[in-house]
């Protein structure tokens, strides 16, 4: 029996290339002409000899994001076989994200790696720790702010519209209405240990954060964020010091909630190929880089903004 085609995959290089998909799919795929709005191209250095054995080329195009412009490319129609082989034939600078084209009509695409490197209008949503709690200088996110807008400061932009004591369910019912007007290609979201809180004299009972409510309040958030053409990055936990946790208006905070918590997020990311940023080992086991075991200092403010530049700049 013929597979037939289940995906498709926007391609603006390489893939639109007869010749390519015969040597990686073993047949010329059905595809029709698409464009991409708020993106632009800038080229890629290839190295991976298989890689150029089967286009010809040694650079070749990766995606940008441009507000006004469009990319012209190509759908192709593929098998789940032909996708993971698409997959395999893409180098580690790219990866497979959800994207929505010019005609509506959502789709996979090939997009850079590091997932703010292209990014040109950054929305920041969260919690304390996104908003910069303890650090006068505003925290990671007021830094990552700085460095993004000076690499261009008539194009980019960053908001940072984090909430204290917000959770995903809070974040999920208020972003949409925030997000029009500031028009973002990027969505990164830092929430969820207020999720993972429990209250003052309650037994530890379950570990576990409610994984339908952290999946439920990600889902919204996704489907958001798609609605916008933005992409979503979804930024982890940061460690906390049990032993100097305290009372929070009625809420404890457990590294045994907050360590299922990270499992939980980077699980819902993996199954639906939305870019995760690990924020829990830069701050592990130095008590020092918090103000109070759960709050980073001005220092471990920036030591998470050094590791979100590492990882997804």
Avoid at 6 to 26: C, K, N, P, Y
Avoid at 104 to 112: C, F, K, M, R, V
Avoid at 297 to 305: D, I
């Amino acid at each position: 029996m013929t597979e037939s085609p289940a995906h498709t995959l926007f391609s603006f290089g390489t893939l639109m290339d007869e010749r390519v998909q015969t040597a990686l799919f073993g047949r010329a795929v059905p595809t029709s002409p698409a464009s991409l709005a708020g993106y632009t191209t800038r080229p890629l250095q290839i190295t991976d000899p298989a890689v150029i054995a089967a286009s010809g080329l040694d650079v070749h195009l990766i995606l940008e994001r441009r507000l006004g412009a469009s990319v012209e490319g190509a759908v192709l129609h593929l098998t789940d076989r032909e996708l993971a082989a698409a997959d395999a034939y893409e180098v580690d600078d790219y990866t497979r994200r959800r994207v929505v084209l010019t005609s509506g009509e959502s789709t996979w695409a090939y997009l850079d790696a590091k997932p703010l490197r292209p990014a040109e209008r950054i929305v920041v949503v969260g919690d304390s720790i996104a908003y910069g709690r303890c650090d006068p200088q505003g925290g990671w996110a007021a830094r990552l702010a700085a460095a993004h807008i000076a690499g261009n400061e008539a194009r980019r932009r960053v908001f940072n519209l984090a909430i204290p004591g917000s959770t995903l369910a809070d974040v999920s019912e208020q972003t949409p209405a925030l997000l029009p007007a500031r028009r973002p290609d990027t969505l990164l979201v830092a929430a969820g240990i207020n999720d993972s809180a429990v209250p003052v004299g309650a037994g530890d009972g379950d570990v576990r954060p409610d994984p339908a409510h952290v999946d439920a309040g990600l889902d919204s958030l996704a489907a958001t964020a798609l609605r916008h053409g933005a992409r979503l990055v979804v930024a982890g936990p940061t460690w906390l010091d049990e032993d100097r946790t305290r009372d929070y208006e009625g809420l404890r905070f457990t590294r045994a909630r907050a360590l299922a918590l990270r499992a939980s997020l980077r699980c819902w990311c993996e199954a639906n190929h939305i870019d995760y940023l690990d924020m829990w080992e830069p701050l592990r086991g130095n008590g020092g880089l918090l103000a109070d075991g759960l709050h980073p200092t001005a220092e471990g403010h920036r030591e998470l903004y050094r590791h979100v530049r590492a990882v997804s700049c």
